[in-house]
């Protein structure tokens, strides 16, 4: 598709992406959509009329400083707007290109905006679905011969997670507390993790409300699923291993969660599907799915020392999640949970077949036995304070390219109590 707004090659954001955010203006925060490398405001193309003819009850939602409201319009609506704004930026539609008013106060580079939090997270939910990420912590930390546990291939292990931390791309995260037990003999101790940790994922973020005690199909779940974000869900190893038994993590995950600021719909994601592993033994009938239901997006994590360059650490995919995003969404439900517009859930850390696509240190350096060399010749096996985490994510096929911008954070020292 061609526009009239210059669209760098290579760019996340052609115009079959359309992708949603919140950006604060400087005087106003409201919804924005990005084409290459211009914001768009969609509150002054609300101002000036542009979605009138889209028949949407409430107008409001384009000046909200959350897109919660946008989202519960339905995939109807909001992929209605998605449509227009593609036809309105178009090569060949003068009607904003010779507007030069309403361009002017509705067009920013990104270094004039900066970005918020896309949604409010009311619930979030953090998978395990990757077989390749399990198999390898059930080498280390369990019996290698039986490195699943007896449920992970009949259905998509999940736990409840801390939705007050998640933040938005270039938050700074302090390293967190808590208590540990370096030596099996000897007491717990209590200061800074020692094994902080990146873990590489994809989230996606729901749309539309269901009542308490009815269910999402694995048929209809899609219906349900607004978009994804990139999402990278620190932890602290030593923590977590102190702690998770017998409820699992708490302390070791509720510190921090860095999510990219653009949701890419996945309406923009369809042409990437693909299919995902055989799953054995064959799931149960409420599980059970056909057809195209992973996507082939591709993932990279760099890793950058204070006053040194990015080294790229890691390359994976999210094709290789054993349960899809349909049959989690499925799962969650099943038992009669209610979703609501904004709620979150995070895919599990992705890990491929090889040792380069490892998605967390904890793999990559296999339990601190495998240093990283960075650049700069420092070498790394969890993440010390001052370091930056970068991670990106496209998918690309026939010349098109569909991104997700970054998601960064940088670790500062521990607070004192």
């Known amino acids: 598709m061609k526009s009239w707004i210059s669209i760098p090659d290579q760019s996340d954001f052609p115009l079959e992406n359309i992708p949603f955010g919140i950006c604060s203006f400087g005087d106003h925060i409201s919804p924005a959509t990005r084409v290459g490398d211009t914001i768009i405001d969609l509150s002054v193309l609300a101002d000036y009329g542009y979605f009138d003819s889209l028949e949407i009850d409430d107008l409001t939602v384009f000046y909200e400083p959350i897109l919660n409201p946008f989202m519960s319009l339905g995939k109807a609506k909001t992929?209605?707007?998605?449509?227009?704004?593609?036809?309105?930026?178009?090569?060949?539609?003068?009607?904003?290109?010779?507007?030069?008013?309403?361009?002017?106060?509705?067009?920013?580079?990104?270094?004039?905006?900066?970005?918020?939090?896309?949604?409010?997270?009311?619930?979030?939910?953090?998978?395990?679905?990757?077989?390749?990420?399990a198999t390898n912590v059930g080498v280390m930390f369990r019996d290698p011969a039986n490195a699943l546990l007896?449920?992970?291939?009949?259905?998509p292990v999940g736990y409840h997670g801390r939705s007050s931390s998640i933040v938005v791309s270039g938050t700074n995260i302090h390293r967190p507390k808590g208590q540990t037990k370096p030596q099996e003999d000897q007491?717990?101790?209590?200061?800074?993790t020692k094994q902080l940790d990146f873990e590489l994922e994809m989230a996606f973020i729901t749309s539309g409300e269901t009542p308490l005690g009815s269910s999402v199909s694995v048929e209809k779940a899609r219906d349900y699923i607004f978009g994804?974000?990139?999402?990278?869900?620190?932890?602290?190893?030593?923590?977590?291993?102190?702690?998770?038994?017998?409820?699992?993590?708490?302390?070791?995950?509720?510190?921090?969660?860095?999510?990219?600021?653009?949701?890419?719909?996945l309406e923009a994601l369809e042409n990437f599907r693909v299919a995902g592993p055989v799953q054995e033994p064959k799931p149960m009938p409420y599980l059970q799915q056909n057809g195209l239901n992973n996507f082939d997006i591709q993932l990279e994590v760099y890793l950058k020392p204070e006053n040194s360059e990015d080294s790229l650490i890691c390359k994976s995919n999210f094709k290789y999640m054993y349960w899809s995003m349909d049959q989690q969404l499925a799962h969650q439900t099943v038992a009669g949970c209610n979703i609501n517009t904004g709620d979150l859930y995070g895919s599990g850390t992705i890990s491929g077949p090889t040792p380069d696509s490892y998605g967390s240190m904890l793999e990559l350096c296999w339990k601190g036995t495998k240093p990283i060399q960075m650049k700069d010749g420092s070498e790394r096996v969890f993440i010390q304070d001052h370091d930056t985490i970068t991670m990106k994510a496209y998918a690309k096929k026939d010349g098109l390219r569909i991104g997700f911008g970054t998601c960064q954070t940088k670790i500062l020292p521990a607070n004192n109590l």
């Open 79 to 133: 992929n209605a707007v998605r449509r227009f704004i593609q036809e309105l930026f178009s090569a060949d539609n003068l009607d904003l290109q010779s507007n030069e008013e309403a361009k002017s106060l509705a067009l920013f580079s990104p270094e004039e905006v900066d970005m918020r939090m896309p949604v409010f997270v009311g619930d979030y939910t953090d998978f395990y679905s990757s077989i390749e990420h």
């Open 150 to 155: 007896p449920n992970w291939r009949h259905l």
């Open 187 to 192: 007491p717990a101790v209590f200061g800074p």
């Open 228 to 265: 994804l974000v990139l999402f990278n869900d620190l932890s602290a190893r030593d923590i977590q291993k102190w702690e998770y038994v017998p409820l699992g993590p708490f302390l070791s995950k509720s510190f921090g969660s860095v999510i990219s600021p653009w949701i890419v719909t």
